[in-house]
Protein backbone atom coordinates (compact mmCIF):
# COMPACT_ATOMS: atom_id res chain seq x y z
CA UNK A 1 0.00 0.00 0.00
CA UNK A 2 1.35 2.99 -1.18
CA UNK A 3 0.37 6.59 1.44
CA UNK A 4 1.33 9.88 0.89
CA UNK A 5 2.11 13.25 3.09
CA UNK A 6 4.14 16.02 3.40
CA UNK A 7 6.44 15.37 6.37
CA UNK A 8 7.11 11.67 6.94
CA UNK A 9 8.43 11.19 10.68
CA UNK A 10 9.90 8.16 11.87
CA UNK A 11 9.39 7.25 15.47
CA UNK A 12 7.00 8.28 18.19
CA UNK A 13 8.96 9.25 20.82
CA UNK A 14 9.39 12.84 22.14
CA UNK A 15 11.19 14.31 19.16
CA UNK A 16 8.58 12.74 16.44
CA UNK A 17 5.40 13.17 18.47
CA UNK A 18 6.39 17.16 19.24
CA UNK A 19 6.78 17.81 15.76
CA UNK A 20 3.48 16.28 14.48
CA UNK A 21 2.23 18.29 17.18
CA UNK A 22 4.19 21.87 16.00
CA UNK A 23 2.69 21.03 12.66
CA UNK A 24 -0.44 20.43 12.92
CA UNK A 25 -0.33 23.87 14.71
CA UNK A 26 0.68 25.37 11.21
CA UNK A 27 -1.60 23.02 9.20
CA UNK A 28 1.31 20.96 8.03
CA UNK A 29 0.24 17.34 7.33
CA UNK A 30 2.09 14.39 8.69
CA UNK A 31 2.17 10.78 9.45
CA UNK A 32 4.21 9.61 12.26
CA UNK A 33 5.40 5.63 12.03
CA UNK A 34 6.44 4.02 15.16
CA UNK A 35 7.48 0.27 15.19
CA UNK A 36 6.54 -0.66 18.87
CA UNK A 37 2.32 -0.31 20.38
CA UNK A 38 1.25 2.61 21.71
CA UNK A 39 1.15 0.37 25.38
CA UNK A 40 5.01 -0.10 24.83
CA UNK A 41 5.79 3.00 24.72
CA UNK A 42 3.27 4.68 27.24
CA UNK A 43 4.96 2.42 29.73
CA UNK A 44 8.51 2.36 29.17
CA UNK A 45 10.46 4.42 31.74
CA UNK A 46 12.98 6.59 30.94
CA UNK A 47 13.53 10.63 31.25
CA UNK A 48 12.47 12.67 34.07
CA UNK A 49 13.62 16.44 34.62
CA UNK A 50 12.16 18.71 31.90
CA UNK A 51 14.17 21.99 31.35
CA UNK A 52 12.22 25.74 31.62
CA UNK A 53 12.11 25.92 27.94
CA UNK A 54 10.69 22.25 27.34
CA UNK A 55 8.04 22.69 29.54
CA UNK A 56 7.12 26.02 27.80
CA UNK A 57 6.81 24.72 24.74
CA UNK A 58 4.40 21.75 25.88
CA UNK A 59 2.26 24.93 27.57
CA UNK A 60 2.65 26.73 24.41
CA UNK A 61 1.19 23.70 22.17
CA UNK A 62 -1.83 23.69 24.47
CA UNK A 63 -0.77 20.03 26.35
CA UNK A 64 0.46 21.68 29.42
CA UNK A 65 -2.58 20.38 31.79
CA UNK A 66 -1.98 17.28 33.69
CA UNK A 67 2.03 17.90 33.38
CA UNK A 68 1.28 21.47 35.46
CA UNK A 69 -1.70 19.92 37.54
CA UNK A 70 0.55 16.92 38.51
CA UNK A 71 4.39 17.74 37.74
CA UNK A 72 6.82 19.03 40.48
CA UNK A 73 8.49 22.28 39.82
CA UNK A 74 11.84 22.11 41.78
CA UNK A 75 13.98 25.25 42.38
CA UNK A 76 17.01 23.49 43.22
CA UNK A 77 19.57 20.30 42.89
CA UNK A 78 21.37 18.74 45.76
CA UNK A 79 24.99 17.78 45.46
CA UNK A 80 26.23 15.55 47.91
CA UNK A 81 29.76 14.76 48.21
CA UNK A 82 32.01 13.79 51.66
CA UNK A 83 29.12 13.55 54.15
CA UNK A 84 27.65 16.73 53.54
CA UNK A 85 24.96 18.53 51.06
CA UNK A 86 24.94 21.98 49.23
CA UNK A 87 22.31 23.20 47.38
CA UNK A 88 22.03 25.17 43.85
CA UNK A 89 19.64 27.68 44.10
CA UNK A 90 18.27 28.63 40.79
CA UNK A 91 16.84 31.46 41.92
CA UNK A 92 19.81 32.72 42.82
CA UNK A 93 21.78 30.87 39.73
CA UNK A 94 19.88 30.80 36.79
CA UNK A 95 17.72 34.01 36.96
CA UNK A 96 14.76 32.18 38.73
CA UNK A 97 14.17 29.48 35.91
CA UNK A 98 13.08 26.22 37.13
CA UNK A 99 13.01 22.48 35.80
CA UNK A 100 9.62 20.37 36.28
CA UNK A 101 9.91 16.24 37.22
CA UNK A 102 7.21 14.91 34.72
CA UNK A 103 7.64 11.12 33.52
CA UNK A 104 8.66 10.91 29.65
CA UNK A 105 6.04 8.22 29.10
CA UNK A 106 3.74 10.75 30.92
CA UNK A 107 4.35 13.40 28.55
CA UNK A 108 4.23 10.58 25.75
CA UNK A 109 0.37 9.47 26.72
CA UNK A 110 -0.32 13.74 26.52
CA UNK A 111 1.11 13.70 22.97
CA UNK A 112 -0.54 10.58 21.67
CA UNK A 113 -3.72 11.08 23.26
CA UNK A 114 -3.75 14.97 21.86
CA UNK A 115 -2.58 14.22 18.43
CA UNK A 116 -5.23 11.06 18.35
CA UNK A 117 -7.95 13.03 19.10
CA UNK A 118 -6.85 15.95 16.26
CA UNK A 119 -7.61 13.59 13.64
CA UNK A 120 -3.39 12.88 13.64
CA UNK A 121 -2.19 10.04 11.76
CA UNK A 122 0.10 7.35 14.18
CA UNK A 123 0.97 4.28 12.78
CA UNK A 124 1.84 1.74 15.93
CA UNK A 125 3.61 -1.45 15.01
CA UNK A 126 5.04 0.17 11.55
CA UNK A 127 8.20 -0.66 11.73
CA UNK A 128 10.59 1.45 9.02
CA UNK A 129 13.01 -0.35 7.15
CA UNK A 130 14.98 2.58 5.03
CA UNK A 131 14.66 5.52 3.44
CA UNK A 132 14.85 6.70 -0.08
CA UNK A 133 15.04 9.31 -2.48
CA UNK A 134 16.39 11.53 0.12
CA UNK A 135 18.45 13.29 -2.67
CA UNK A 136 15.29 14.00 -4.62
CA UNK A 137 12.14 15.66 -4.27
CA UNK A 138 9.54 13.12 -2.78
CA UNK A 139 11.56 11.36 -0.13
CA UNK A 140 9.99 7.39 0.33
CA UNK A 141 9.97 5.60 3.99
CA UNK A 142 9.49 2.17 3.13
CA UNK A 143 7.85 0.10 5.95
CA UNK A 144 5.96 -2.95 7.06
CA UNK A 145 3.21 -3.17 8.86
CA UNK A 146 0.00 -5.60 9.63
CA UNK A 147 2.48 -8.21 7.81
CA UNK A 148 1.93 -6.01 4.56
CA UNK A 149 5.26 -4.02 2.83
CA UNK A 150 4.03 -0.55 2.70
CA UNK A 151 5.83 3.26 1.65
CA UNK A 152 5.21 6.73 2.68
CA UNK A 153 6.02 9.67 -0.15
CA UNK A 154 6.67 13.01 1.50
CA UNK A 155 7.83 16.27 1.01
CA UNK A 156 10.37 15.82 4.02
CA UNK A 157 11.33 12.87 5.87
CA UNK A 158 12.38 13.40 9.90
CA UNK A 159 14.41 10.53 11.19
CA UNK A 160 13.14 10.53 14.72
CA UNK A 161 13.70 7.04 15.71
CA UNK A 162 16.21 7.13 18.04
CA UNK A 163 20.25 5.73 18.35
CA UNK A 164 19.33 2.11 17.10
CA UNK A 165 16.66 3.70 14.27
CA UNK A 166 17.16 3.20 10.75
CA UNK A 167 17.43 7.05 9.84
CA UNK A 168 21.06 7.62 10.80
CA UNK A 169 22.43 4.75 9.10
CA UNK A 170 20.33 6.12 5.59
CA UNK A 171 22.76 8.69 4.86
CA UNK A 172 25.99 7.14 3.92
CA UNK A 173 28.56 7.15 6.71
CA UNK A 174 30.92 8.72 3.86
CA UNK A 175 28.91 11.66 4.29
CA UNK A 176 28.81 12.03 7.78
CA UNK A 177 31.07 12.31 11.05
CA UNK A 178 30.38 10.29 13.97
CA UNK A 179 31.77 11.31 17.16
CA UNK A 180 31.04 8.83 19.93
CA UNK A 181 32.61 8.42 23.64
CA UNK A 182 31.91 4.59 25.81
CA UNK A 183 32.07 5.38 29.34
CA UNK A 184 33.56 2.47 31.91
CA UNK A 185 30.25 2.39 33.57
CA UNK A 186 26.49 2.02 33.44
CA UNK A 187 23.07 3.16 35.65
CA UNK A 188 21.21 0.79 37.92
CA UNK A 189 17.71 2.58 37.83
CA UNK A 190 14.98 1.43 39.97
CA UNK A 191 11.10 2.78 40.79
CA UNK A 192 10.29 2.70 44.35
CA UNK A 193 7.05 2.54 46.23
CA UNK A 194 7.68 4.99 48.47
CA UNK A 195 7.02 9.13 49.33
CA UNK A 196 9.98 11.10 48.36
CA UNK A 197 12.98 11.11 50.23
CA UNK A 198 14.32 14.70 49.10
CA UNK A 199 11.88 17.42 48.17
CA UNK A 200 14.75 18.19 45.33
CA UNK A 201 17.22 15.98 43.27
CA UNK A 202 20.02 14.47 44.90
CA UNK A 203 23.35 14.01 42.76
CA UNK A 204 25.47 11.84 44.88
CA UNK A 205 29.35 11.87 44.65
CA UNK A 206 31.17 8.57 46.75
CA UNK A 207 34.07 6.66 46.59
CA UNK A 208 31.88 3.71 45.70
CA UNK A 209 30.50 5.34 42.61
CA UNK A 210 27.63 8.49 41.66
CA UNK A 211 24.15 7.68 43.06
CA UNK A 212 20.71 10.08 42.18
CA UNK A 213 17.50 10.46 44.05
CA UNK A 214 15.20 11.81 41.94
CA UNK A 215 11.33 11.35 42.32
CA UNK A 216 7.83 10.66 40.06
CA UNK A 217 4.98 10.78 42.20
CA UNK A 218 4.13 11.49 45.85
CA UNK A 219 4.15 7.67 46.27
CA UNK A 220 6.40 6.88 43.50
CA UNK A 221 10.09 7.27 42.92
CA UNK A 222 13.06 6.96 41.35
CA UNK A 223 16.88 6.08 41.75
CA UNK A 224 19.86 5.27 39.98
CA UNK A 225 23.33 3.93 41.35
CA UNK A 226 26.51 3.95 38.64
CA UNK A 227 27.19 0.09 38.07
CA UNK A 228 29.13 -2.12 36.00
CA UNK A 229 27.62 -1.42 32.49
CA UNK A 230 27.65 -5.91 32.03
CA UNK A 231 26.11 -6.61 35.86
CA UNK A 232 22.85 -8.18 35.41
CA UNK A 233 19.69 -6.75 37.82
CA UNK A 234 19.13 -10.42 38.64
CA UNK A 235 22.80 -9.97 40.62
CA UNK A 236 20.77 -7.24 42.94
CA UNK A 237 18.55 -8.46 45.66
CA UNK A 238 16.75 -5.45 47.00
CA UNK A 239 18.71 -5.50 50.37
CA UNK A 240 21.69 -4.97 47.78
CA UNK A 241 20.59 -2.16 46.56
CA UNK A 242 19.22 -0.70 49.23
CA UNK A 243 22.49 -1.39 51.46
CA UNK A 244 24.88 0.00 48.13
CA UNK A 245 22.30 3.21 48.08
CA UNK A 246 22.63 4.15 51.93
CA UNK A 247 26.62 3.97 51.65
CA UNK A 248 26.57 6.59 48.93
CA UNK A 249 24.17 8.50 49.84
CA UNK A 250 24.81 8.89 53.57
CA UNK A 251 25.92 12.23 55.29
CA UNK A 252 27.67 12.94 58.65
CA UNK A 253 24.30 13.93 60.19
CA UNK A 254 22.54 10.93 59.30
CA UNK A 255 20.83 11.09 56.37
CA UNK A 256 18.75 7.71 54.80
CA UNK A 257 16.56 7.38 52.00
CA UNK A 258 13.14 6.29 52.38
CA UNK A 259 12.70 2.66 51.47
CA UNK A 260 9.81 0.89 50.28
CA UNK A 261 8.70 -2.08 47.31
CA UNK A 262 11.24 -2.20 44.72
CA UNK A 263 8.75 -2.66 41.58
CA UNK A 264 11.09 -2.29 38.01
CA UNK A 265 15.25 -2.37 38.04
CA UNK A 266 17.24 -1.52 35.06
CA UNK A 267 20.43 -1.16 34.03
CA UNK A 268 21.81 1.53 30.93
CA UNK A 269 25.12 2.08 29.69
CA UNK A 270 26.22 5.27 29.73
CA UNK A 271 27.40 7.23 25.59
CA UNK A 272 27.76 10.03 24.37
CA UNK A 273 27.43 10.56 20.35
CA UNK A 274 27.41 12.84 17.75
CA UNK A 275 26.69 12.69 14.49
CA UNK A 276 27.40 15.71 11.83
CA UNK A 277 25.43 17.25 9.82
CA UNK A 278 22.02 16.39 10.99
CA UNK A 279 20.58 16.36 7.46
CA UNK A 280 21.25 14.98 3.71
CA UNK A 281 18.92 16.21 1.29
CA UNK A 282 15.70 16.00 2.19
CA UNK A 283 15.97 13.70 5.15
CA UNK A 284 16.25 15.54 8.69
CA UNK A 285 17.76 13.44 11.93
CA UNK A 286 16.60 14.97 15.71
CA UNK A 287 16.85 14.19 19.04
CA UNK A 288 18.52 10.41 19.96
CA UNK A 289 18.83 9.85 16.21
CA UNK A 290 21.78 12.43 16.34
CA UNK A 291 22.78 12.78 19.64
CA UNK A 292 22.74 11.12 22.60
CA UNK A 293 24.22 12.23 26.35
CA UNK A 294 24.59 10.95 29.37
CA UNK A 295 21.50 11.32 31.28
CA UNK A 296 24.03 12.79 34.36
CA UNK A 297 22.93 16.57 32.43
CA UNK A 298 19.00 15.17 32.21
CA UNK A 299 19.19 16.95 28.75
CA UNK A 300 18.41 13.86 26.15
CA UNK A 301 14.70 14.42 25.72
CA UNK A 302 15.09 18.38 26.12
CA UNK A 303 17.54 18.17 23.37
CA UNK A 304 15.03 16.49 21.05
CA UNK A 305 12.24 18.96 21.80
CA UNK A 306 14.58 22.23 21.08
CA UNK A 307 15.80 20.14 17.58
CA UNK A 308 12.33 19.53 16.39
CA UNK A 309 11.25 23.27 17.43
CA UNK A 310 13.99 24.53 15.21
CA UNK A 311 12.84 22.10 12.21
CA UNK A 312 9.41 23.28 12.27
CA UNK A 313 9.95 26.93 12.34
CA UNK A 314 12.13 25.81 8.56
CA UNK A 315 9.35 23.34 7.29
CA UNK A 316 6.75 25.84 8.38
CA UNK A 317 9.00 28.81 6.55
CA UNK A 318 9.42 26.37 3.38
CA UNK A 319 5.80 25.78 2.70
CA UNK A 320 4.93 29.64 3.91
CA UNK A 321 7.43 31.27 1.47
CA UNK A 322 9.15 28.36 -0.46
CA UNK A 323 12.75 29.67 1.17
CA UNK A 324 15.00 27.16 2.48
CA UNK A 325 17.56 28.97 4.58
CA UNK A 326 15.95 27.47 7.96
CA UNK A 327 15.88 24.23 6.84
CA UNK A 328 19.52 24.44 5.03
CA UNK A 329 20.69 26.05 8.33
CA UNK A 330 19.13 23.09 10.52
CA UNK A 331 21.94 21.46 11.31
CA UNK A 332 24.20 24.05 12.31
CA UNK A 333 21.47 25.96 14.41
CA UNK A 334 20.91 22.63 16.36
CA UNK A 335 24.52 21.45 16.55
CA UNK A 336 25.34 24.45 18.60
CA UNK A 337 22.74 23.39 21.23
CA UNK A 338 23.72 19.88 21.42
CA UNK A 339 27.77 20.63 21.84
CA UNK A 340 26.78 22.72 24.22
CA UNK A 341 24.66 19.83 26.32
CA UNK A 342 27.22 17.46 25.26
CA UNK A 343 30.13 19.03 27.17
CA UNK A 344 27.64 19.58 30.36
CA UNK A 345 26.98 15.85 30.25
CA UNK A 346 30.43 15.10 30.12
CA UNK A 347 31.38 17.26 32.59
CA UNK A 348 28.99 16.32 35.33
CA UNK A 349 29.18 12.57 34.38
CA UNK A 350 33.25 13.51 34.83
CA UNK A 351 33.02 14.93 38.38
CA UNK A 352 30.04 12.82 39.81
CA UNK A 353 31.79 9.44 38.48
CA UNK A 354 34.12 7.03 39.84
CA UNK A 355 36.37 5.84 37.10
CA UNK A 356 37.72 2.44 37.12
CA UNK A 357 41.10 3.28 36.07
CA UNK A 358 40.86 6.77 38.66
CA UNK A 359 43.85 6.87 40.57
CA UNK A 360 43.36 9.13 44.17
CA UNK A 361 44.54 12.33 42.34
CA UNK A 362 41.96 12.29 40.05
CA UNK A 363 39.28 11.78 42.92
CA UNK A 364 40.83 14.60 44.40
CA UNK A 365 40.73 17.02 41.27
CA UNK A 366 37.03 15.65 41.28
CA UNK A 367 36.03 16.80 44.83
CA UNK A 368 37.95 20.24 44.33
CA UNK A 369 35.87 20.71 41.05
CA UNK A 370 32.66 19.83 43.71
CA UNK A 371 33.94 21.74 45.83
CA UNK A 372 34.55 24.70 43.64
CA UNK A 373 31.21 24.04 42.39
CA UNK A 374 29.17 24.54 45.83
CA UNK A 375 31.20 27.70 46.28
CA UNK A 376 31.97 29.96 43.80
CA UNK A 377 28.53 31.64 42.78
CA UNK A 378 30.49 32.08 38.85
CA UNK A 379 30.92 28.16 38.82
CA UNK A 380 27.28 27.22 40.79
CA UNK A 381 26.03 29.47 37.99
CA UNK A 382 28.03 27.91 35.14
CA UNK A 383 25.91 24.55 36.09
CA UNK A 384 22.48 26.37 37.23
CA UNK A 385 22.50 27.91 34.12
CA UNK A 386 23.62 24.63 31.86
CA UNK A 387 21.06 22.07 33.91
CA UNK A 388 17.61 24.93 33.35
CA UNK A 389 19.01 25.09 30.05
CA UNK A 390 20.05 27.75 27.88
CA UNK A 391 18.66 29.92 25.07
CA UNK A 392 20.44 28.67 21.90
CA UNK A 393 18.79 28.05 19.08
P1 LIG B 1 13.19 7.89 21.51
O1 LIG B 1 12.51 8.26 22.76
O2 LIG B 1 14.20 6.79 21.56
O3 LIG B 1 12.07 7.55 20.44
C1 LIG B 1 12.38 6.91 19.22
C2 LIG B 1 11.16 6.12 18.78
O4 LIG B 1 11.43 5.57 17.48
C3 LIG B 1 10.94 4.24 17.46
N1 LIG B 1 11.69 3.50 16.41
C4 LIG B 1 11.14 3.16 15.21
N2 LIG B 1 9.92 3.36 14.70
C5 LIG B 1 9.69 2.86 13.46
N3 LIG B 1 10.62 2.18 12.74
C6 LIG B 1 11.87 1.96 13.22
N4 LIG B 1 12.76 1.31 12.51
C7 LIG B 1 12.18 2.46 14.51
N5 LIG B 1 13.27 2.44 15.31
C8 LIG B 1 12.96 3.07 16.43
C9 LIG B 1 11.19 3.71 18.85
O5 LIG B 1 10.36 2.61 19.16
C10 LIG B 1 10.88 4.94 19.71
O6 LIG B 1 9.54 4.98 20.14
O7 LIG B 1 13.94 9.14 20.85
P2 LIG B 1 13.64 10.75 20.92
O8 LIG B 1 12.24 11.04 20.50
O9 LIG B 1 14.76 11.37 20.21
O10 LIG B 1 13.71 11.11 22.49
C11 LIG B 1 14.94 11.05 23.19
C12 LIG B 1 14.67 10.74 24.66
O11 LIG B 1 13.86 9.57 24.75
C13 LIG B 1 15.96 10.54 25.45
O12 LIG B 1 16.94 11.46 25.02
C14 LIG B 1 15.75 10.69 26.98
O13 LIG B 1 15.03 9.60 27.51
C15 LIG B 1 17.11 10.82 27.68
N6 LIG B 1 16.99 10.92 29.16
C16 LIG B 1 16.68 12.10 29.78
N7 LIG B 1 16.43 13.22 29.06
C17 LIG B 1 16.06 14.36 29.67
O14 LIG B 1 15.86 15.36 28.99
N8 LIG B 1 15.88 14.44 31.03
C18 LIG B 1 16.12 13.35 31.83
O15 LIG B 1 15.90 13.43 33.05
C19 LIG B 1 16.56 12.14 31.21
N9 LIG B 1 16.78 11.05 31.96
C20 LIG B 1 17.23 9.78 29.95
C21 LIG B 1 17.12 9.88 31.36
C22 LIG B 1 17.58 8.56 29.39
C23 LIG B 1 17.84 7.47 30.21
N10 LIG B 1 18.21 6.26 29.59
C24 LIG B 1 17.24 5.31 29.26
C25 LIG B 1 19.50 6.22 28.98
C26 LIG B 1 17.36 8.79 32.18
C27 LIG B 1 17.76 7.57 31.61
C28 LIG B 1 18.07 6.41 32.50
C1 LIG C 1 15.06 10.86 36.30
O1 LIG C 1 14.25 11.27 37.15
O2 LIG C 1 14.84 9.84 35.62
C2 LIG C 1 16.35 11.57 36.10
C3 LIG C 1 16.60 12.72 36.83
C4 LIG C 1 17.81 13.39 36.65
C5 LIG C 1 18.75 12.89 35.77
C6 LIG C 1 18.49 11.75 35.03
C7 LIG C 1 17.28 11.08 35.20
O3 LIG C 1 19.93 13.55 35.61
Known amino acids: MNHQTQIGIVGAGPAGLI ?3 LLRLEGIDSVVLESRSREEIESTV ?6 QGTVDLLVHMGLGARMIREGAVHHGIHLRFAGYTHRIDFATHADGRAITVYAQHEVIKDLVAARLAT ?8 KCTGVIGADGSKPTVCFTHE ?3 QTLHCDFIAGCDGYHGVA ?12 VRIYPFGWFGILVEAPPSSDELIYAYHERGFALVSTRSPVLQRMYFQCDPKDNVDNWSD ?5 ELHTRLETKDGWKPITGKIIQKNIVGIRSFVTEPMQHGRLFLAGDAAHIVPPTGAKGLNLAAADVRVLSRGLVEFYRSGRTSTLDGYSATALRRVWRAEHFSWWMTSMLHRFPDGDKFQQRLQLSQLDYVCSSPAAAKTLAENYVGLAIG
Do not use: N, T
Not at 46 to 51: D, I, N, S, T, Y
Not at 168 to 179: H, N, Q
Open 19 to 21: LSH
Open 46 to 51: RAGVLE
Open 119 to 126: GGKILFGA
Open 147 to 149: GRE
Open 168 to 179: RPAIAAAGRSDY
Open 239 to 243: DRIWA
